[in-house]
């Protein structure tokens, strides 16, 4: 298969783990035949101080015209700290999930059988998770009007949300539960927000299409709690964007590691595929940064294109990894901590 995919670095330790995903993807390639042509682009700090824009008109057109997109992190301390700044990195990541309609955005928590001891929750309350979020992310908080009001002392972000936009992910949610358990949660606050009570009557609505499927609503507050009590419990979870943001982000330490969570932000027409974690500023440079996140995206992407063997033999160096102690700082745990480029280098080889 020939794979023109679009390599979106972006800024901190981006660019590092990125360069690892390319590393494994290439030895995959090359182990299964395939052949990929890697389109690098600008599109966050690193946009806006190229040509003052965090998603330019040019890394739009290589991202439209790609097979699929993988994306490292945006961010950066001189915009974190200044809320007064006119053009931040992060508006290029909204605007890049707009403009390519990436509405679902499908983040699995996971746990690894040689970690179970390295997270912060008990051994035995998260033995046997294996749970996906899809979470709206073109619609909501994020995207409704916002401004400031009353000399700038009154703030004001609305929430919006379609009969459509639920549907669409809600589909996608049942779908997914069908290859699965059967078992789909919808996540919301319906007995205060009007959004929420149509998201909960539509996904009501769509029950009868699925039979096989049972559905569960939980408020969100609830879910957040059971998240830390009994995250082996659900399955597949369906919410809009911020409550999304807010629990995907919970639900990723549940593994040991923020720096082992893959995800996928699906569209119509183009997907993309990154890490969970952040730009993380502090490390970049230092090569102590975990790319098996990354490498995780990678393995996904190849599985969305129906190469499923490509994908488990990514996921299954990884493991190995892991089991060998070959891993970064975060992880090391007092033993030996190997840098992102060894780490790479490693599964490289042993996929």
Same mark, same amino acid.
């Given at each position: ?12 330790i ?16 090359q ?5 990929i ?26 991202c ?12 950066h301390?001189k ?11 992060e508006?290029?990541l909204?605007?890049?999930?707009k403009a ?9 928590t996971?746990t690894?059988?040689?970690l179970?001891d ?30 400031r ?18 549907? !669409?992910? =809600? ?5 997914? +539960? ?5 078992? #789909?949660?919808?996540?919301d @606050? &319906? ?6 009570r149509?998201w ?27 998240l ?11 919410t ?16 040991g590691?923020?720096?082992l ?7 119509a ?17 230092l ?27 990514? !996921?299954? =160096?990884v493991?190995?990894?892991?089991? +060998? ?5 975060? #992880?090391?745990?007092?033993? @030996? &901590? ?14």
């Amino acid at each position: 298969m020939k794979l023109n995919i679009a390599l979106l670095a972006g800024d901190g330790i981006g660019p590092e783990v990125i360069n690892e995903a390319v590393k494994v993807s290439d030895a995959i390639a090359q182990k299964f035949g395939h052949e990929i042509t890697w389109k690098p682009a600008l599109t966050g700090a690193a946009a806006i101080d190229a040509v003052g824009e965090p998603y330019p008109d040019a890394t739009h057109e290589v991202c439209k015209n790609a097979d699929a997109v993988l994306f490292g992190a945006i961010g950066h301390p001189k915009y974190d700290n200044d809320p007064s700044a006119p053009v931040r990195p992060e508006q290029g990541l909204l605007k890049m999930r707009k403009a390519l309609g990436l509405f679902a955005n499908v983040r699995p928590t996971f746990t690894f059988p040689s970690l179970l001891d390295k997270s912060p929750l008990k051994r035995e309350r998260i033995e046997g998770t294996d749970l996906v979020f899809l979470r709206e992310l073109t619609g909501g908080i994020y995207f409704g009007e916002k401004g400031r009001k009353d000399g700038g002392d009154t703030a004001y972000d609305n929430c919006v949300y379609t009969r459509a936009e639920v549907q !669409r992910l =809600a589909k996608k949610g049942f779908e997914l +539960a069908m290859t699965r358990s059967k078992k #789909l949660c919808c996540v919301d @606050k &319906a007995n205060v927000l009007e959004t929420s009570r149509l998201w909960r009557e539509t996904v009501q609505a769509m029950e009868k299409d699925y039979p096989e499927v049972e559905v569960s609503y939980e408020f969100v507050d609830a879910v957040a709690m059971r998240l830390v009590q009994w995250p082996n419990s659900y399955d597949v979870l369906i919410t809009e964007n911020l409550f999304g943001d807010i629990l995907t982000d919970e639900a990723s330490v549940i593994s040991g590691s923020m720096g082992l969570m893959p995800s996928a932000s699906m569209g119509a027409e183009v997907s993309l595929f990154e890490p969970i974690h952040g730009s993380y500023p502090q490390a970049t440079g230092l090569n102590i940064a975990n790319p098996m996140a990354t490498i995780l995206s990678a393995a996904m992407m190849f599985e969305n294109f129906g190469l499923m063997e490509e994908g488990k033999a990514m !996921r299954d =160096a990884v493991n190995k990894a892991l089991e +060998a102690g070959v891993v970064t700082e975060d #992880l090391a745990n007092g033993g @030996k &901590a190997y840098g992102t480029k060894e780490v790479g280098d490693w599964l490289a080889a042993n996929v």
